[in-house]
């Protein structure tokens, strides 16, 4: 245990940090350490990653000191910040700020930093096909979590560009609904674009690979994802391992989506909308290959929605 190298995960009880502390207790002999941190070290997800060898330690991404202690003596920090917990892309900012300044003083080897990319530089400043949103950005996550990728600048860093989770369809309510007819249905503003997805616990994952690549990545932005996929082929596969009937694609308009009313309609109307009209410049910013070299197990949809097939089921009603 000594001897081993100390990765700080951040979200450790989330998705993706989740991920990587679950890959590194796998390997025992992988020669890494998981320090899970949270803000609430007796919550089930923590307790059970300290069952598992983890060391939890409590802090709190808005107080940097609390990081700095977090991540004294640790060897790699995984970076990531959730914007879904306040929907705030300066708060998302400043969280980034502080992860990055608390790296520094201790003195990390390396921070993977869990970001995507600015779609801002898609589109012209006065192109009208979408609603800036919080006055400055098209996706604010998106964009947020990439003008952040400058706090790092001066560390070593990998920027780890990640893709939408198809675990979304039961976390985040996308998947198909039961209409009064008994026909399983979905909106999606895609039209027929491809959507890069991936297993959320496979982000971390890669992570992992990255830690254990040391050198290679350092310095460098690495984009991933699972599968590529169009609504409509996401169906055809629910449909087929699940054993439901045919699901319905309405492929709405952007701005009807961005109506839709649930809270972040707005944000996931531009998300999808630059999914679907920046199709090529998304998949040209991601590799399948790298993903891949640095998780041989990567899942692909229909092996994601099989093994989750029980979580899935219940979220279509
Ligand atoms: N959903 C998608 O398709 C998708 C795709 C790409 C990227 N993302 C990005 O993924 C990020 C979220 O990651 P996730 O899905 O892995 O998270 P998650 O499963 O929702 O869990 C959130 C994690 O963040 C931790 N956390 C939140 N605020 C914290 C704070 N102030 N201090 C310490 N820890 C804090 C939580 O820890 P405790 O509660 O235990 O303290 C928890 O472990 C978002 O920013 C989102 O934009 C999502």
Redesign the pocket.
Known sequence: MADKKTIAV??????????LCRAILADAAGGFACRA????PS?D??KELASKGAEVVK?????VESLKKAFAGAYGVYA??????HFSGEK?KA?AKNIAEAAKAAGVKHVVW?T?EDTRKLMAPDDKRMPMLQEKYRVP??DA?AEADAYFSGLPVTRLV????W??LY??GLAPKKGEDGKLSWAFPMGDAKLV??A?ED??KVAYGVFKAGQEYIGKTVGIYGEALTIEQMGETLSKVLGVGPIVYNAVDADAYRGFGFPGADELGNMFQVYRDFERQVLDARSLDTTRKLNPSLLTYEQFVARHKDTILPALN
């Open positions: 951040l979200g450790s009880t989330g998705s993706q940090g989740g991920g941190i949270t803000r609430d919550k997800k923590a802090a709190d991404i808005d107080d990531v910040t959730n914007f879904w917990e998302e969280q869990s995507l996550h998106f979590k990640t893709s939408f989770y675990d979304n976390l985040f997805g991936i959320a982000i971390g």
